[in-house]
């Protein structure tokens, strides 16, 4: 399989956010042959903090040379770039939240920075690579979009939602096109539609048409399946159909919630996906969430799949952008007693369960968590909602609870949200330093099936690499690795 691009790619690289999914780790599964996934979540903010970080071996400002608004690339540059980059106890610069609307520059340096993660995946190689969003996350799509297919993106994958208008957008992009599409606004009123919009125009690049990527949305039924096949506003090519044993954020259950000791939400028959019904869809898919095996890839493909998703494999490989600390420390919990994974239904300012593994030193953890002072200076997760006078504000659960409760919000949605923005930052060692000099908490997420990343590690004091990972999925001997490996060699 290796060095192979086929139609349908049977491994696909799960989307990690934010930051663990990066260029890195997409080119190596690329270069095998695979679908290799970038993020691109909060991507304005991981690219200007790699640049601050002094941007190690010129990777970012080699695939910025190729950006065509040359204008974006210089005032990035003079903003955040530093060539002998961030003191130990100095804090990021980070850069404004979003809003309905933002300025044009806020627009393109997002383009830059998607561009830069796609562009430094596909360099090199003739393999596929995809991008990875939240339709949650709604209002940087856009920008985000529109850099990655300045950049060839040949998949666009969306989960944590409904995207529904997506495909229709990816087509009027390509065309050079205007795009808009609706912003879900809390307490908006019948008659009140917001909606985002992005006009190619306005950032002028040569050629008026680019690539139209594929569009794969995750799913979690085979209804949502067949709605978004019948009813998107375009051509939607596949889907990625989750089971909630998968990592990161995971669908609600179908009916009535009901939870085990735990607290976990528990799922039953109703939330398992017809398989047969997909098929009937006459659309390829991949199955995502414990088929992360030999004999899962193989059940897989006899069920009809085109192949597999697979994230907490290559979320602990040696090209992931995990910090070298967090790997270490799960492998020792893998080889030293197991790793517990809870789904949590409060922990993500979204509504949706989220996967926290358990770890000490991150957020997983009461005592750090009521330590850490609330902050929401980030804002991914803001939820746009309707205000008295008809305007837009902005409200996180995760924020400070008075700055919440001002808004209208309810305080008890309040209990227990992790701030998961500045989480998942420091998870991949871009951790914003306080004032009282230290950085943020991490927070880690896994699938329930990161234990099994004991097939893959020799000990629990080595790596090991992400084309590893395809060959043990693939069901070939790990006895005896190729020479050759990528391993983390490059800069992230």
């Not at 600390?325 to 007693?337: M, P, Q, S, T």
């Not at 949590?344 to 770890?359: C, E, M, N, R």
Request: glycine share 12%; hydrophobic share 35%.
């Amino acid at each position: 399989m290796t060095g192979a691009t086929l139609a349908y790619p049977p491994i696909i690289q799960g989307g990690m956010g934010v930051g663990v999914s990066n260029w890195v780790l997409a080119r190596a599964v690329s270069r095998a042959g695979h679908l290799g996934v970038v993020s691109g979540t909060g991507i304005d903010n991981v690219f200007v903090r790699r640049l601050q970080d002094g941007d190690m071996g010129g990777h970012l400002r080699r695939a910025m040379d190729a950006f065509p608004l040359r204008e974006t690339v210089e005032d990035a540059l003079s903003r955040y770039f530093r060539p002998d980059g961030r003191r130990a106890a100095e804090p990021y610069r980070t850069v404004p939240m979003y809003r309905k609307a933002v300025s044009a520059t806020k627009d393109r340096l997002t383009m830059l920075a998607s561009f830069a993660e796609v562009w430094l995946a596909r360099e090199g190689h003739g393999g596929l690579v995809g991008l990875n969003l939240l339709t949650k996350v709604q209002m940087p799509n856009l920008a985000t979009l529109y850099g990655a297919m300045l950049a060839g993106v040949d998949y666009v994958l969306m989960g944590a939602g409904i995207p529904r208008e997506i495909p229709q957008v990816l087509d009027r992009l390509a065309a050079g096109e205007p795009v808009a599409m609706r912003l879900e606004v809390a307490g908006a009123g019948s008659g009140s539609v917001h909606s985002l919009a992005l006009d190619p125009s306005d950032h002028p690049v040569p050629g008026s048409r680019l690539r139209r990527p594929a569009f794969l949305p995750v799913v979690s039924s085979h209804s949502l399946a067949a709605v978004l096949a019948k009813k998107a506003t375009g051509r939607v090519d596949g889907f990625i159909v989750e089971d909630p044993t998968a990592g990161g954020h995971n669908a609600p259950p179908r009916g009535r919630a009901t939870y085990n000791e735990r607290g976990e939400p528990l799922y039953g028959e109703r939330d398992r996906v017809d398989l047969e019904a997909m098929r009937a869809l006459g659309l390829p898919f991949w199955l995502a969430g414990g088929c992360g095996t030999p004999e899962g890839y193989r059940r897989a493909r006899e069920a009809g799949a085109a192949g597999i998703q697979v994230g907490s494999f290559f979320a602990y490989c040696d090209e992931s952008g995990f910090s070298d600390e967090i790997k270490r420390a799960v492998r020792h919990r893998v080889f030293n007693g197991g790793v517990e994974v809870r789904t949590d239904a409060v922990a993500s300012p979204t509504g949706f369960p989220f996967k926290v593994l358990q770890q000490e030193g991150t957020l997983s953890e009461r005592t750090i968590y009521e330590e850490r002072d609330r902050v929401c200076d980030l804002g991914y997760l803001r939820v746009p909602y309707e205000r008295d006078d008809g305007r837009i504000g902005y409200r996180c659960p995760a924020e400070p609870v008075e700055a919440y409760t001002g808004k209208g919000g309810d305080a008890s949605e309040t209990r227990d949200r992790r701030c998961l923005c500045n989480a998942l930052f420091s998870a991949i060692g871009q951790g914003q330093i306080r004032r009282d000099g230290r950085a943020e908490p991490p927070l880690i997420t896994s699938g329930d099936a990161v234990d099994g990343i004991r097939q893959l590690a020799p000990d629990s004091e080595t790596g090991y690499p992400a084309r590893d990972v395809i060959r043990y999925l693939l069901g070939e001997d790990l006895g005896k690795r190729p020479a050759g490996q990528e391993g983390r060699s490059e800069s992230r």
